[in-house]
T-cell receptor, first 114, second 112 residues
């Protein structure tokens, strides 16, 4: 079975500052990794995904994440945040083949301070 | 291309009642999954359908059931509603060779 730990439930950041949202996973098999964003009263939007290959993955809205197999981490980063980045961010993992179910972390609420 | 559409957007039901939630998957997608997201929590996997057959189930009781139709749209049915069933229900679709899911905006179910 897979599990995901998002170490920070809330992260306040000043506008235009960099941010890192942390995600660690546990799995006995190879995995696919995902980051989703959820704006208030909306569904989930895919930010980026790691399937294989380059460990640095670039996504939408200027976000990127780095897969670190030895540390079983997939941290999300953005060099300069904007007010519009205020949202809930979820890290998710699935087994590394087919269309397996997603196992989500509990989420990190990113709040941008003007 | 159309995305994933869920209906209704909001619903209020009384404890003990039954509810049906609907989902139209993205064009070309043949796999549909349902997730329950309680307030302040991450989504929890309920079950998945592939070509009209259940293809995996999470830790939910049998009163949670589903269907997938030939056009790959789907329904989630919940019988004997309990207060703890109050949550956002998310539908997600995917297709052969596609890694990852497209999510709908969800149905907010309130059980009173």
């Amino acid at each position: 079975a897979q599990s995901v730990t998002q170490l920070d439930s809330q992260v306040p950041v000043f506008e235009e500052a960099p941010v890192e949202l942390r995600c660690n996973y546990s799995s006995s098999v190879s995995v696919y990794l995902f980051w989703y964003v959820q704006y208030p009263n909306q569904g989930l939007q895919l930010l980026l995904k790691y399937l294989s290959g380059s460990t640095l993955v670039k996504g939408i809205n200027g976000f990127e994440a780095e897969f670190n197999k030895s540390q079983t981490s997939f941290h999300l980063r953005k060099p300069s945040v904007h007010i519009s980045d205020t949202a809930e961010y979820f890290c998710a993992v699935s087994r590394g083949f087919g269309n397996e179910k997603l196992t989500f972390g509990t989420g990190t609420r990113l709040t941008i301070i003007p | 291309e159309t995305g994933v559409t869920q209906s209704p957007t909001h619903l209020i039901k009384t404890r003990g009642q039954q509810v049906t939630l609907r989902c139209s998957s993205q064009s070309g997608h043949n796999t549909v999954s349902w997730y329950q997201q309680a307030l302040g929590q991450g989504p929890q996997f309920i079950f998945q359908y592939y070509r009209e057959e259940e293809n995996g189930r999470g830790n939910f009781p049998p009163r949670f059931s589903g269907l997938q139709f030939p056009n790959y749209s789907s329904e989630l049915n919940v019988n004997a509603l309990e207060l703890d069933d109050s949550a956002l229900y998310l539908c997600a679709s995917s297709g052969t060779g596609i890694k990852g899911y497209t999510f709908g905006s969800g149905t907010r179910l309130t059980v009173v």
